[in-house]
Structure formats: structure tokens, C-alpha cells
């Protein structure tokens, strides 16, 4: 299969790939933090600023009739890409943490007690952990972190254990953007259905790298990021049920999200644009749609497979580093790399790798909680993607012995 | 000007001198039509005898697309048993997604055009859900529906 | 002074402008709604894309570098473009719309008590009225507006005598986005200030027609939008005095807004950043920043005084139309005209212009209240912006006979 | 690897072989400094005597940036008296805007190149917030300031 895949090909579409720096060509392996572009997501963007633009839903003439496709036809792409069911179940938002902060405003909020408990797992995002915290100090609840193996699997039956009749909502993530663990979300959902606890499944890292199809995972939410997703800043999306947007409370106010305002009492829209108050950011999903559109033209079965021949090469490469420390083996894993060379800090890795070239991400990975339990302030990440190559992880080696001479 | 295709001359006269307009006395089913989001209301009124759309009255504070579709859409229906109305209404949806006008449609088909205006779309929608509002016994219907 | 300021010369920036809509030259007359984009701010974003796309704030490899300075360096400008009195005073939002929700749920929410008011404005944006009412509904408090008079100016006698102990906030369109009117927010904000109430200033209309010093104007809080500034979509900003940023309670959680976090507890960052989760709008604001930079270099003082000549020359042309309605008549004008034609539904018209390539808006605008007020459904409105000219108005001015023709 | 000038050799030196590392019994005056954001943190501990700078000592889990600083710190700042040392701090800090280094800052100077890496420039402020929090009797500090 892999031999049909030629990440050469793809590496065209990138104008970023053809960039040096500090002399030495480009190695991107940051895709965890925000992933690159290929030109027709650029020209996408492009096109709407210079031949149409207008805001959406609000005006009948053409150039806004004209945004106005343009925009929920991204709607109707990422509905079908992620197989979501009805386009109607997908509200745009800024990002994860946006769709997130909005389950945790207009579903979790109105519901909890005191007493309540939602129940997240160690390997958390801060995006997952802290507007649950934010909710329950108002509310009274708590939240509660299911364990993790020293390999970084979710351990299931604590996780199970852990349901108990206080868990009013579980949050988990699709795949860890520390460690790349894939957790099993369908099962996970299974759980938390027989147990009539509502599951929000954090899709950031997932939607890149794998097929995600959400009426096989069978959740209640669940967020995405564009820009993760080869697509624009400032981009993302929630899906929930539909009975869940039904009965939420809208979050912002605003134009778009109402059909009648008066002092007296407001009517709400339909979802999903009771959800999306104000001007959105048109530009930015006309892009994400253009992305999606992309991704499809390769196929996520084929980005995945050979994504998960880097990781086994990558992890090949990396073992044979003295002094390596790679955190996270779990048996079901995306590209992610998270490591420590012995006697050298993440941030001068990150900044000597980045003198070779490579750009790789140093710190706590917005994963505190996740750092605790390794008992680390902070690692070295390698994140790839489809258009890395063999090539690039042998430099980075290379990069990484020569950093490792230097300091350690 | 020449009027724009969505304009033709049979939308403009039925906007001008739209049929069954008014008020109806002794009227059997009524219902009023909001759409916020443009300002058009409609006052649908009607008599049915025996299941049949005997009399069709409607006023109300309309753009010329929906005054035009209420006053054909009038023409149209008048005699017919209301039972029939939904093949009708299915070929008016799908004449606004771009297919061919169904020969049913009568004068209706003169509205094809709102194909290529989905703003505009609702403008000629609102008669028909306050025409399908009246007949379930609603008083009240919009089409507020979100843009799609 | 307007003899210095030609029109041309900035309508060559602007790609849209060159375009015919139904095989007439656009005129684009709904600048209140969203604005064209010149090539400089086409070109940022692009560039981010294509050069040096990265996260913000998390990466020490030289795009991230590269994207964090450039983005920061937007609050820069923009700080300085509205004198703000600090960088750290600008946060950094979607628009106006969250800028104003993001000061309803961490400032107003956490205070209001049963029988607390809200004072608004019968002119305002849905913005500024729907995210009053959610909060108002879970506290037991109320929004009420003041009055304003035929000619659409707001009652400030009245504005005053309703500024009773029970208003908590009061909460004022500087430029109303449907009759142009200029509200006299120093004046107002003294008020407020005289009586204890902090003020909220919706800045979206104003930005991108006069000069705005926030040290001047007094206020405690003010929103703007980036898009409506000429720059991209999904960009805007609230400014709020240091004490309320201080002491308002975080609004998403998330990465970027924290210092530490465990499930024991959570420390947050300082402002902007406190109320800045996740990942930004990176191209968008960078865009923001090129967008401030072309519009100082034109200099709003004459963008200024060359659009109050071209509404003084707009309105006497609409006023020489027959059967045509002109709705608000403030002394204090900026360049937005709201209008109905006889016999004429604003939506024929607005459609009907469009074939003439005249784009305006028609609808409510937001801004059901005012509609009330004036008794109508709806209104067209042409809002203007310094690229547009005399003979575009000549232009609508001759579609609008037309129009009126064929219909009424 | 040619080293960056940013890792020059002295700081490379200090980084490996730091003065006055480790920590001082008997000491007056001690902080903790961390960084969470970078994962830094370190742990001062000094003697006064009439004033002066005595004693010096740190450790910590640090990067070679902030251990080198910490190092170099301690070499310049021992015997100097405590009041002196704001002049010094401000002259540090102009060095890290990319202003040129003033004759005092010893061999603080190596870390000049710091005005080019913004996100590094915390790594070295941090023995200097710590060095102060110590002077001032505060038992924790940090450098998480918002990137600017
Ligand atoms: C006066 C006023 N306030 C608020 C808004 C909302 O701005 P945005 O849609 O950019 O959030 C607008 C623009 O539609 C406006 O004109
Ligand atoms: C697992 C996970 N969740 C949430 C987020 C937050 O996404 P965003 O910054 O796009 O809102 C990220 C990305 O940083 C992530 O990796």
C-alpha cells in the first residue's frame, strides 16, 4: 500500500515545505500544535477576499449570496467528512476550545449540582480539563481524572469503575496530543451509554490522521479544530446530537442566532445558528471546506497507513538515541513523539533542533496533569503528518545526535 | 429597466393586481405568516366546502415575490381539494432546487427563476406554509427557517 | 481639504472593486455589514500561510517565533490605533459579537442581582441587546432602553434620568449600524461615570470611520470588530480598564489562558491572555495589524471628513427621489442611509439594485427594536466607506429610479 | 554541531560546570523561582553580611540557558552590595532587548544573543526574578509573564 503513497507528491501542494531555516530545509514536525497549508486552502481564503467578499445569511445581494454558498457548503463537506449525520448538527466555532467552552456554558452548566462529577482521563488537553473546572466551581461539581498506564493507555475498567451515578458528563480525548494514544471512543461511548452519561470526545488530534465517523463512535459531542486539520486559524467545529442542540440554552447573543428581538422577549433560531451569534469567520471555513475537500482527494485510509509506517520508523530511529526517553507506547498510537534526551532541557532540544532546521515543540503540551504523572515539567515533541518523510526523521536523528553531543 | 428574469411580466402583474386579494367573511381556516427575517406577514383566509378550497383571501405587508406567489398560488388552488395540495407543493419545492417546472404548477412556474436567488427563496415559501398552516388549524407559521 | 482625497487612487487596493455583478461595475454600498479588504491585508494573511504558519505563544522554533511576533505585534497596532492606553488592555475576539458576550458572562453574570438593570438603547444591534437578556434571564435582572427621538438621535435627558441605582451596566452603540447616528459616548460615559455605572461602548461601526481614543471617550468597556475595519473575518477585540480585566473571572478555559493546571487546582495568566483560550485567529489578526497600518496610512481624519462629504452629497440625491423614505436624521452622522421607496418591499429593492450592480442591504439589520420604532419591517440601507465616489451614488441613484419604476 | 552563537562557549561552560551550584546552610535569604510554562525551575539561596552578597548558591531543574545565567549571575553579583544590584538588572534587560551590552554586566554579556529568541528570554530572567524575590523576602516568584 505505503509504495502507492509518495509524500513527495503531496509536499508540492505546501509552499511552506520549500522553506529554510537558519540554512537548512525545513523540517516541520509540529503538526500537532497547527498543521500546514496547501495552496488551495490558501487560494480558497484568497479568493473570497478578493472576488466576493460579504457577510453570509444577511444580504440577498449576489456577492453575498454568493459567501453565503460558499460557507455552508463547507458546512455540508465537514458534515459529510466527518459523517455527521445532518449538516444541522454542526455548529461552527473558533476552534476545540471553543466548541468545548460551549458544551460547558449551555449543557453542562444549567444541569450540574452540587455534588455532580464529570469524569475526564490524565491524559487531558487543558481544552478538556478546564472548562469542566470552570463549570463545576460554579456549580458545585468536581471533576475527576480516570489513570493512565505507564504506557499511556486509558486504564478502561478504572475508567468504568470511575461512572459512577455522580458522573453527569465524561470527556475524553480521540487521540492525545502528547503521546498519540488512540483511545477506543466507540467503547468508551458504549460505557458511558449504558450508564446514561452524556460523552464529549475531543476530536483535535483524531480528525487529521484518521477516518473519524461519528455515527460508528456513537457520542454526544464531540469538537474539532480546522487548523489542525490543514485548514484556517481561527476554525473549528462541534457536533452533538441533535436532542442535546435542541434543548441547550444559545450561548452567545447576537445577530444570526435569534429570529425575533424585542425588549418584551427573543425567539431563538434553529440549530445550528442559534449556536453561531455575529459575523463568523467566513474566510476562515470557506477554507476549512477547501481543506476538507483536499484531504478526501487523498484519502484518510491511505494517510493513515502511511502515517503509522513514519511513526514505526520514527520510533525505530528514536530508540536508537542514547540516552532517549520516549514517552507513551501505547499499542494503538498516531504520529506523535514526545521524548527527553538525558542531561538535556526540552527548550534547548527545541531551540538547537530548530538551528538544524527541524521544528519540534517543547514544553507541557497545554497537558500539566499528563507531565505530573510522567513526572516531567516538560518533553521535546515530534508530531508528523503526511507529508513528512523517511527522509526528514533521518535528519532530525542526526539533528538530535549532534544537539545531544553538544549538551549532554 | 428590464425587469430580471425573476421578475417577468406575469410576476410584476400579479404583484401589481394580485387575485383573491382581501379579507373573507365567514372564512373556515385562517392563519397568519411571519417572516421575521425579511419583514413579510401574510393573513391567509379560506372557506373550504365538502374538502375543496371554495374561496382564498390574503393581504398582508409582502415584497412582490411573495405577493405574487400568494395571488398565483391562489389561482392555482381555488377548486382543488385540499388533500391534493402536497404533490403540488413537492413540485413548487422542487422547481425552487432548479428542476423543471412540473405542468401542475400552472402560473406558479413563472417562479422557477427563485432558483438562482436562495435568499429569496422564503419570500415565496411563506404563501405555502401559510396556506398549509391554515388547513392543519394553525394560527401562526413562519418561515424563519435558517439559511441552508 | 477633500480635494487632497482621492477616491481612485484607494480603489485600486481593493480587488473586489474591479468586479462586475450582473455585467455591471459593483458598487458596493454595504460596507456597514462587511468591508472590502485591500491587498496588503490579503497579502498578510496569504504570507503567514504560505511563509511561516505556526502556533502562537507555544512554539521556541523560528516559525512559531516568527507567527508570535507578528501576531503580537497586531495588539501592538492596534493598541496604538485606539489608544488604548495598554497592550495588555486588548483582548483579542472574534468580533464584536464575543467581545460583547465575553463582557456579559465574566463581568456582568457573576454580579447581577434580582432587580439589577441593564440600560441599553432603542437603536442598538442585537449584539448589544441578546447577550443582556441571557444574562438578565439567569439573574433575575432586566434590559430596558432608552428612547430616541424621530430623528434617530438617542434622548440623552431621558438616557440620564434612567440611569437609576438599579442600572448596573449601561451598554451604547457608538455608530448605529442601521441610521449612521454618532452617539455622544464622552458625554454619556461622564454620565455613567457620575453615577457609578460602567459603561459599555459597541465600537463596531465606529472604528473604521473616525478617529477613536479610548483615553478620550472614558468608557469602561469597548468592542470592535476586525472585518468591518477592513480587515479579515473572525477578528475583533474588546478593550476593558485594568481593574475590570483584573478582576473578571476567566471566560473559556483552556490552553493559553493558564499558568498551571492539576486537578487539584488551576492557576490563570495575567490579561489579554486570561481570557484568550486556544489557538487565535493567527492569519486574521496578523491580517487586523496590516489592515490598521493601510488605514493610518490614509489617515482617519480625512477618511473622515471626505465621507461626511459624500453622505451630505448621498442624501440630498436619495431625498430628490420620489416616494422614497430616508429613516434617521442625526445631526451627528456617519454614512449609512436606511431607506424605503414607496409601494417598494426593501427586498425587491435590494435584489432589483443588485442587477444593477448596486449592492445594498435590506432586512432588519440587527436591529428589530429600531424597526419597531420606526414602524417598519424592514429598510434598505447603502452604507458608505472612503472607497466609494460620487458617481457610484450617481450610479444608485439612477438604479434606484429604475427600480422604482418597474415596481411601484 | 558548531554550536549557536547563542550557546557560545562560555555559556555552554557555565552550563556544564556551574558556579556555585548546589545549596548553602546557614543561608539569610532563599527563593524558589519556576517557570511552569517552560518547565524551569530553580532554587537560590544566599548569606548577606552588612548588606553585601556573602554567599551564592543555586540549583534546580533548569535549561543550559537558564543554569548558565544562574551561574553567571552568581559570579557577578557575589560581594556586590544588594542595593546595587537594580542598575545591573536594568542593564541585563536592555542587553536582552538587543541593546549593546554596558561594560558592568561581566560575563552576562554571553548571553546577548537572547534578543534574537523572545521565547528563550524568560529562561534567563529567571535567576534574576528569583535573586530578587530572595532579596525581597518573597518565598516564590515565577517568569510565566505573558509573551510579549
Ligand atoms: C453596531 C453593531 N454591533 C455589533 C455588530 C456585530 O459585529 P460582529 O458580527 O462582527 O460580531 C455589528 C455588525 O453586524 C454592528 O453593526
Ligand atoms: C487534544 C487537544 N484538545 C484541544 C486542543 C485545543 O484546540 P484549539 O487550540 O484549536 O482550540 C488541542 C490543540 O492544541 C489539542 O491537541
Redesign the interface.
Known amino acids: 500500500m505505503s509504495g502507492a503513497f509518495d509524500p513527495e507528491l503531496w509536499r508540492r501542494d505546501f509552499?511552506?515545505l520549500k522553506?529554510q531555516?537558519?540554512g537548512k530545509p525545513?523540517v516541520?514536525f509540529?503538526n500537532a500544535?497547527?498543521?500546514?497549508?496547501p495552496q488551495v486552502?490558501?487560494d480558497a481564503?484568497?479568493g473570497y477576499?478578493?472576488?466576493?467578499?460579504?457577510?453570509?445569511?444577511?444580504?440577498?445581494?449576489?456577492?453575498?449570496?454568493q459567501a453565503?454558498?460558499a460557507y455552508?457548503g463547507a458546512r455540508d463537506k465537514l458534515a459529510r467528512f466527518l459523517n455527521a449525520g445532518s449538516?444541522d448538527q454542526l455548529v461552527f466555532t473558533?476552534?476545540?476550545?471553543?466548541a468545548?467552552?460551549l458544551v460547558?456554558?449551555s449543557y453542562a452548566l444549567p444541569r450540574l449540582q452540587p455534588g455532580d462529577e464529570i469524569l475526564v482521563t490524565q491524559m487531558e488537553?487543558?481544552?478538556n480539563?478546564?472548562?469542566?473546572?470552570?463549570v463545576a466551581a460554579r456549580t458545585g461539581a468536581t471533576?475527576?481524572?480516570a489513570p493512565i498506564t505507564p504506557e499511556g493507555e486509558l486504564m478502561l475498567d478504572r475508567f468504568e469503575a470511575m461512572l459512577t451515578p455522580a458522573v453527569k458528563l465524561a470527556a475524553v480525548a480521540h487521540v492525545s496530543n502528547v503521546i498519540g494514544t488512540v483511545n477506543p471512543v466507540a467503547q468508551i461511548a458504549r460505557l458511558c451509554r449504558s450508564r446514561g452519561v452524556p460523552l464529549l470526545v475531543d476530536g483535535s488530534q483524531a480528525c487529521p490522521h484518521q477516518r473519524v465517523d461519528l455515527q460508528a463512535i456513537g457520542c454526544d459531542f464531540y469538537a474539532m479544530?480546522g487548523?489542525k486539520l490543514f485548514g484556517?486559524?481561527?476554525?473549528g467545529a462541534l457536533w452533538a446530537r441533535r436532542e442535546h442542540l435542541q434543548a441547550m440554552?444559545?450561548?452567545?447573543?447576537?445577530?444570526?442566532?435569534?429570529?425575533?428581538?424585542?425588549?418584551d422577549g427573543?425567539v431563538f433560531?434553529?440549530p445550528?445558528?442559534k449556536f453561531e451569534?455575529?459575523?463568523?469567520?467566513?474566510?476562515?471555513f470557506i477554507g476549512l471546506g477547501a481543506a476538507v475537500d483536499y484531504i478526501e482527494g487523498i484519502g484518510l485510509e491511505r494517510i493513515q497507513a502511511y502515517e503509522s509506517e513514519l511513526l514505526a520508523y520514527a520510533t525505530d530511529a528514536l530508540l536508537g538515541v542514547p540516552g532517549l526517553r520516549l514517552f507513551g507506547r501505547a499499542a494503538h498510537k498516531a504520529a506523535v513523539l514526545s521524548f527527553l534526551v538525558e542531561g538535556v532541557?526540552?527548550?534547548?532540544l527545541?531551540?538547537?533542533?530548530?538551528?538544524?532546521g527541524v521544528?519540534?515543540?517543547?514544553?507541557?503540551h497545554?497537558a500539566?496533569?499528563l507531565?505530573?504523572f510522567f513526572g516531567?515539567?516538560?518533553t521535546a515533541r515530534a508530531s508528523l503528518a503526511f507529508y513528512n518523510t523517511r527522509e526528514e526523521v533521518d535528519a532530525f536523528v542526526r539533528a538530535l545526535d549532534?544537539?545531544r553531543?553538544?549538551?549532554a | 429597466m428590464s425587469a430580471p428574469a425573476l421578475y417577468r411580466d406575469i410576476v410584476l402583474e400579479h404583484h401589481r393586481a394580485p387575485r383573491n386579494h382581501g379579507a373573507l367573511a365567514g372564512h373556515t381556516h385562517a392563519a397568519d405568516g411571519v417572516n421575521a427575517l425579511c419583514g413579510d406577514s401574510l393573513r391567509l383566509e379560506l372557506r373550504l366546502d365538502a374538502g375543496r378550497i371554495a374561496e382564498y383571501r390574503f393581504r398582508g405587508e409582502c415584497c412582490a415575490i411573495c405577493t405574487a406567489t400568494a395571488s398565483l398560488l391562489g389561482e392555482r388552488v381555488l377548486g382543488l381539494d385540499a388533500a391534493a395540495l402536497a404533490p403540488l407543493q413537492q413540485a413548487f419545492e422542487a422547481l425552487l432546487r432548479g428542476e423543471a417546472a412540473a405542468p401542475g404548477l400552472g402560473g406558479l412556474a413563472a417562479l422557477g427563476e427563485l432558483a438562482r436567488y436562495p435568499a429569496r427563496r422564503k419570500c415565496a415559501q411563506l404563501a405555502w406554509a401559510t396556506l398549509s398552516a391554515a388547513l392543519a388549524g394553525q394560527a401562526r407559521t413562519t418561515t424563519e427557517k435558517d439559511p441552508a
Not at chain 1, 478578493?50 to 444577511?58: F, H, I, K, Q
Not at chain 1, 484556517?232 to 476554525?235: D, F, K, L, S
Request: aromatic share 6%; net charge neutral; charged share 15%.
Open positions: 509552499p511552506v522553506r531555516v537558519h525545513l516541520y509540529d500544535n497547527t498543521a500546514q497549508k486552502v490558501i481564503v484568497e477576499y478578493r472576488d466576493y467578499t460579504a457577510n453570509v445569511a444577511r444580504a440577498v445581494h449576489s456577492l453575498g449570496e453565503t454558498a455552508e449538516r473558533s476552534g476545540t476550545t471553543q468545548i467552552n460547558a456554558y488537553h487543558h481544552a480539563i478546564v472548562p469542566w473546572q470552570l471533576v475527576k481524572a479544530t487548523h484556517p486559524t481561527g476554525t440554552p444559545p450561548f452567545f447573543g447576537g445577530g444570526e442566532m435569534i429570529r425575533t428581538v424585542s425588549f427573543t433560531a434553529d445550528p445558528h451569534a455575529g459575523t463568523p469567520n467566513i474566510a476562515g532541557h526540552a527548550h534547548d527545541a531551540t538547537l533542533l530548530d538551528h538544524e521544528a519540534v515543540r517543547s514544553g507541557h497545554c500539566h496533569p507531565m505530573q516531567v515539567p516538560a549532534k544537539v553531543k553538544l549538551l
